[in-house]
């Protein structure tokens, strides 16, 4: 995207042939058969780390003041197993963990997912293909930050929920396809009645708590299915890779935030759609209303920045550009190129 020859590719873009260590040659097919260039285009992490050993040092970003803990539990889970200490450390929110050599140069830079399980510590030394974190590959968990006794809100049997019995005899309920005023949330309240932060549901969240209960920081409050890629034809594949190059609106896209600044949940709703309300250090104001069924990415107080998604959804390249500009647009598209081909492999 930024290399200036006029045909091809320059050394320099291409960068190292894995075969012999150096730069390139001039007149070196880019899209050579040789397995080792294939592993390039695969963006295997560790051929490009020399053997030893390297620090974590987790980057929570500024929107994510904290992290969820509680006590370590026994049970089905293998991931929590695995844990050592008395505590299993979840990440509420997306934040990154940033992998430094000893001389504090950045080598790799990893996302979190929503509710993972962290399985290193800060300042922890790791070595090559040892595991960061692990999370439910078919659900998202919503984890309370603050604990308090929960309240249901807006929940109506068969206008915003759903509830089932299994064989077992165990109830679950589900938040539904919904239109109206109506907006399902769990708030967590005081002794006294206070809140002290509700959490808005989407559709098809599944509920994990029961309406009065008293839980903790920690507690995974209702879960969401994940979007599932899976191994697909490149040919499937094809259709995202020319709406991207086209720069076509995708359907039903996320909210980016225009401005950087904290999140304010709006009690009052406009138009029976909830707002968001992003407000800059100097005062500036943007507001977004966000349509029905949408899963919002962030929290009160919250601290996001120009570019940053607001709600669930695929990104529109207009957007990106107007807002954070042409490298940020260019490495949307590498990204989503890439994820194209690497669920084909």
Known sequence: MTCEASLGMCRLCYGMDLSTGALVEDGWPWNHRCPEHRRAGNAAHDAHLPRGRYRVARHRRERNPHEARRPRQAGPHPQRRQLAGPETSFWPRNGEVIIIDQKERELEKYTIPNGAVLLVNENDDIKIGQVICQWDPLSVPLLAEVGGKVRYEDFIEGDSIRTEVDTSGTSRTMIIEHKGDLHPQIMLEDASGKILDFYFLPEKAIIEVPDGQMITAGTVIAKTPRELGGTQDITSGLPRVTELFEARRPKDPAIIAEIDGEIDLMAEKKRGKRVIIVRAP???????????????????????????????????????????????????????????????A
């Not at 209303?289 to 996001?304: E, M, S």
């Not at 390249?317 to 994820?339: C, F, K, M, T």
């Open 282 to 344: 100097d005062g500036t104001e943007k507001e977004y209303i966000i349509p029905h069924g949408k899963h919002l990415r962030v929290h009160a107080k919250d601290l996001v920045k120009a570019g940053d998604a607001l709600v669930d959804g695929p990104l529109v390249p207009h957007d990106i550009l107007r807002v954070s500009g042409e490298e940020a647009v260019q490495q949307y598209l590498l990204r989503e190129i890439q994820n194209v081909y690497r669920r084909s």
